[in-house]
């Protein structure tokens, strides 16, 4: 409780100006006001969050005049709007960025400590919402902070999960999941709209008719019914009047109770309806590259893919007399396969529904949808059996057969006599347990397709969708990521941010090209040191971060050299400690050596059924264990696992870091786009020619990234020559020592069978050629504690990595998608009043 947070407890209300005004006594008006009738406290009273929920509201007014007038202006234009389909969006807590996109940092800070509160302490308390599980959830957040900002009609649509991403605690080492509570103190920056709420059917099945004109028609008689209730949240734009709609779904029973079972006293039979509605939308599945094959994953989706469609069909409708203009009112973007039953819905709903003739929706269906692959991994590769699937959407799998019957009819005029090819083009999987092929239905309603950094949409071409690109290369391209200055600069690094504008003004925030301006800095010893100054105090910042999670102290002059990403095994956070493993062995042999000291620091989820990755979690911390409590290593190890990694701890580490670990097996990471992050906040990358890796070393320069590791075609040869990992083991003496090391129990107290899986498992097989690639990563890291040593250098290398960062802006991938696959302009937004008599 807050002892008298405000100096008011009897606020004079003036609605109009309260909701509106900018100056800091208005702000602080409006928070008094809006503590005391929104909230229901006054200061005696009142909890920190209810602090911040006045706050809230206070800039939620302020935006509601560009939410409305942006929705007013796209009603009525003619222009095309983007809707981006998405499963997730890792959005991260909105207060902070508001405030920034809004330009009203400085009267709200000083409203705020005029009330007795601090800003800071009041944007740290909010719950961020976790409706994603990592990169692509992530990616698709920074994507409509840039549709926002490029002043671009768009709306994501996506689910209002009850339960994100779960909340990680470590326990004895051991990663144990907490369920997410993120709207258990309200969520205010949304408003439900029950009164668009729309009604999706299931199950059931489907039959034949003929309509009055004598047409042959379908039916799809529904099992049951589940509304979607649509929740909206603004996205502003930067220092622009945009903000664009992010409308998530929530579900819920068509009827709260089934009267007939009611009335003959069945009551808990009448309610479970309503609790298996609502279930739909309870809780994101927490695997991150990893299908779930589960009923309910496959009812999520077509519930939002529904809502979302038959949301675009009701707007289109409101301002047009059919649907054959659909494609040119939409672009419909489809971020992985997760949505991609939107193809075979909206036929559904053009023919079905709407009456339109087969190869006229089709043609509606192929502009409309573009595609994202995110991923080549095969086990994330989306499939549905056929039982399944039919069960749930008897009327869908009708539809995907006979889209696969044409399409197929195509591939064999193209291709006579080629019967496997057809096999390998079929949507629907014929071998083993039969499947309808997710990515391939994606494909072929699709008019563009695309991976997500270079080498990732070369290599979509040659293995997982060959034959598509065989025969539409027309369709392919790719998009590099990026990830927005905005939140991941300007939010997360402002001293760093400031620094940079105090010496090229701030146009790079909008343009990040403009950080070219920066590139003669780097020579110049003051900036230099300016610059060590405020990497010093962001380390500071997380070494007092860590201390109040941890009780660890750590030396902000070492070295941060950190790992923070999903817990994977291509991701290889475990090639990471074996070189732990190995300094400290370096160290115990020879206790004066001068190494570099450093701060190794982790953090990351594992999905809750994936056990190596757990069993990585339980290493690092083991490692961690023996290595900070040994005083003969004293300052120079430090190993942190920090709990709970998401947005709001990406916002405390990226800017701290030194050095970025991006040391995925060469193929694997599509893009990755937290070592942009990294990058963009001065950290030096250590990493494979992988995913986005490639392309930032090439804008930053080879002598100011440090390489080491295989590359894709030398994985794809040590592995198609048979690769025996236990040969590494033997013949390197570096090696041996740290996995015997691990096998004699040293960091488990003695139990040897502890992490045997993990390591029988690296010296089995070895999938992700760790132990292929040691020794280089040893000896990079080796140049990288050299290099450190040299800290005029390793300044100005970090200068001319931030200098070359333009490329990674999200605002640049956004506009090659709005000009290449969408086809979209800016409309820009004035600011005057919609009612300005007050009508
Ligand atoms: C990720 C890719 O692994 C990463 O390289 C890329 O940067 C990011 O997408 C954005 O493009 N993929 C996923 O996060 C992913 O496939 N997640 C699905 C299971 C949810
Ligand atoms: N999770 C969070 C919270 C992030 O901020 C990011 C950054 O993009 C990611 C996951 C993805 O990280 P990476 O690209 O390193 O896999």
Request: aromatic residues 4%.
């Given at each position: 409780h807050l002892p008298m947070a405000f100096n008011t407890t009897n606020p004079l209300i003036q609605v109009e100006d309260d909701r509106t005004g900018l100056s800091v006594e208005t702000l602080k008006r409006a928070l008094a006001d809006n503590l005391f009738y929104l909230q229901g406290k006054f200061p005696a009273i009142a909890t920190k969050n209810d602090c911040y929920m006045a706050l809230a509201y206070t800039i939620r007014d302020r935006l509601l005049q560009r939410w409305l007038n942006t929705f007013q202006t796209y009603l009525n234009c003619d222009n095309r709007v983007v809707c981006y389909l998405s499963?997730?969006?890792?959005?991260?807590?909105h207060l902070g960025n508001n405030l920034i996109n809004l330009g009203l940092w400085e009267p709200v800070q000083q409203a705020v400590e005029e009330s007795g509160l601090s800003l800071d302490e009041l944007i740290d308390i909010e719950e961020e919402p976790g409706l994603g599980n990592g990169g692509l959830g992530r990616l698709a957040a920074c994507f409509m902070d840039s549709l926002a900002t490029l002043e671009i009609p768009a709306i994501g649509y996506g689910i209002r999960y009850e339960f994100g991403i779960f909340d990680q605690e470590i326990k004895d080492g051991w990663q144990v999941e907490i369920t997410d509570k993120w709207l258990q103190l309200g969520n205010p920056w949304e408003i439900a709209r029950p009164e668009s709420a729309v009604l999706v059917k299931l199950g059931g099945h489907t039959e034949p008719y003929t309509d009055d004109q004598g047409n042959y028609r379908v039916r799809w008689i529904a099992g049951s019914l589940v509304k979607g209730i649509p929740y909206d949240t603004p996205i502003l734009g930067y220092k622009v009047s945009t903000a664009n709609n992010l409308r998530l779904w929530k579900s819920e029973a068509a009827e709260s109770f089934d009267f007939q079972r009611f009335n003959v006293g069945d009551y808990y039979g009448a309610v479970q309806d309503k609790m298996s509605s609502e279930n739909?939308?309870?809780?994101?599945?927490?695997?991150?590259?990893?299908?779930?094959?589960?009923e309910l994953r496959l009812a999520q989706q077509y519930f939002f893919v529904s809502c979302s469609l038959q949301d675009m069909i009701r707007i289109h409708l409101s301002d047009n007399p059919t649907l054959e203009n659909f494609h040119e009112h939409f672009a419909v973007q489809m971020n992985d396969t997760h949505p991609s039953i939107a193809v075979a819905e909206l036929m559904r709903l053009l023919v079905d529904e709407h009456h339109y003739e087969w190869q006229r929706a089709w043609a509606i269906t192929e502009a409309t949808f573009g595609f994202t692959n995110h991923t080549l991994l095969p086990e994330a590769l989306e499939k549905w059996s056929l039982p399944l699937f039919g069960e749930m959407l008897p009327r869908h799998l009708e539809i995907i057969y006979e889209i696969n019957q044409r399409f197929l009819d195509q591939v064999r005029m193209k291709y006579p006599n080629d019967g496997d090819r057809l096999a390998r083009l079929s949507?629907?999987?014929?071998?083993?347990?039969k499947s309808v092929r997710m990515a391939y239905l994606a494909t072929v309603g699709s008019h563009a397709i695309n991976g997500v950094a270079a080498l990732h949409s070369q290599l979509v071409k040659e293995t997982i969708l060959k034959d598509f690109y065989e025969l539409w290369p027309e369709k392919f391209s790719n998009k590099t990521n990026g990830v927005t200055p905005r939140r991941w600069m300007v939010l997360s690094n402002p001293r760093l941010s400031n620094l940079i504008s105090s010496r090229i003004g701030d146009g790079w925030i909008k343009n990040l090209d403009e950080l070219k301006q920066l590139e003669p800095f780097a020579d110049l010893a003051g900036f230099r040191q300016d610059w060590c100054k405020v990497k010093r105090e962001v380390k500071q910042d997380l070494a007092r971060y860590i201390h109040t999670r941890t009780d660890l102290v750590v030396n902000p002059d070492s070295l941060f050299d950190v790992q923070v990403k999903r817990i994977h095994e291509y991701k290889r956070q475990h090639l990471n400690i074996l070189h732990v493993i190995h300094l400290y062995l370096q160290i115990k042999n020879n206790p004066n050596l001068d190494v570099t000291p450093r701060t190794f620091i982790y953090g990351g989820k594992a999905a809750p059924g994936y056990f190596t990755a757990k069993l990585i979690i339980k290493l690092i911390n083991s490692v961690a264990d023996v290595v900070n409590n040994d005083p003969t290593i004293g300052d120079r190890l430090k190993v942190i696992f920090l709990p709970d990694y998401n947005v709001k701890f990406g916002q405390r580490v990226y800017p701290a870091a030194d050095l970025s670990e991006?040391?995925?097996?060469?193929?694997?990471?599509?893009?990755?786009t937290g070592n942009m992050k990294f990058s963009m906040n001065g950290a030096l990358t250590i990493g494979t020619l992988d995913g986005a890796n490639i392309e930032i070393r090439e804008e930053v320069g080879a002598e100011n990234f440090f390489l080491f590791g295989l590359t894709t075609p030398e994985v794809e040869k040590t592995l198609a020559e048979g690769y025996q990992p236990w040969e590494y083991y033997n013949n390197n003496a570096n090696l041996k020592a740290v996995v015997d090391l691990i096998n004699s129990g040293f960091f488990s107290h003695g139990d040897t069978a502890l992490f045997r899986p993990l390591m029988d498992s690296l010296l089995g097989q070895d999938p992700y050629l760790v132990f292929a690639d040691f020794q280089a990563y040893v000896d990079c890291q080796n140049q990288v504690g050299e290099a450190y040593k040299d800290q005029e250098n390793w300044a100005r290398m970090a200068i001319l990595n931030v200098a070359r960062m333009g490329k990674f802006s999200s605002d640049r991938t956004i506009r090659e998608y709005a000009e290449d696959i969408w086809a979209i302009k800016p409309v820009v937004i004035e600011l005057e009043d919609l009612c300005p008599d007050g009508q």
């Open positions: 499963a997730e969006y890792l959005l991260g807590p739909l939308t309870k809780v994101l599945y927490p695997n991150d590259e990893q299908i779930q094959g589960k949507i629907i999987d014929e071998a083993g347990e991006q040391i995925s097996t060469a193929g694997k990471e599509a893009s990755g």
